[in-house]
């Protein structure tokens, strides 16, 4: 079983930036692959992006590239995702979960049925 808790988000002003952690604890093994989605009112539940626990190899939507980083911290088993030049549309509660199964190609990283344990989810709202 693995546990994920979400932390850091709130209300910014666009411009601004925010970096969410997600705590993993419970089984943690070094192949598995976080990933973090996010889900605004009435929208379906998105891929950001994920890194790979093991070697970091990192992945990320278009549509956040260049403003998103995803990051690690093996020693405190954490996950990050640093958000910057935050705009209105970033508005949107923010998961993070976990990929434990092996799976041949990337692109399963970026469905969000390919996860198998999920967080609370973290609110992030940018005012305009």
């Known amino acids: 079983q693995v546990q994920l808790v979400e932390s850091g988000g709130g209300l910014v002003q666009a411009g601004g930036s925010l970096r969410l952690s997600c705590a993993v604890s419970?089984?943690?093994?070094?192949?598995?692959?976080m990933g973090w989605f996010r889900q605004a009112p009435g929208k379906e539940r998105e891929f950001v992006a994920a890194?790979?626990?093991?070697?970091?190899?990192?992945f990320y939507a278009d549509s956040v590239k260049g403003r998103f980083t995803v990051s690690k911290d093996n020693a405190k088993n954490t996950v990050y995702l640093q958000i910057d030049s935050l705009k209105p549309e970033d508005t949107a509660v923010y998961y993070c979960?976990?990929?434990?199964?092996?799976?041949?190609?990337?692109?399963?990283?970026?469905?969000?049925?390919?996860?198998?344990?999920w967080g609370q989810g973290t609110q992030v709202t940018v005012s305009s």
């Open positions: 419970g089984r943690t093994f070094g192949y598995y692959v």
């Open positions: 890194i790979r626990w093991s070697e970091g190899s990192i």
């Open positions: 979960a976990a990929l434990v199964k092996t799976y041949s190609s990337s692109l399963y990283y970026y469905r969000k049925g390919s996860y198998d344990y």
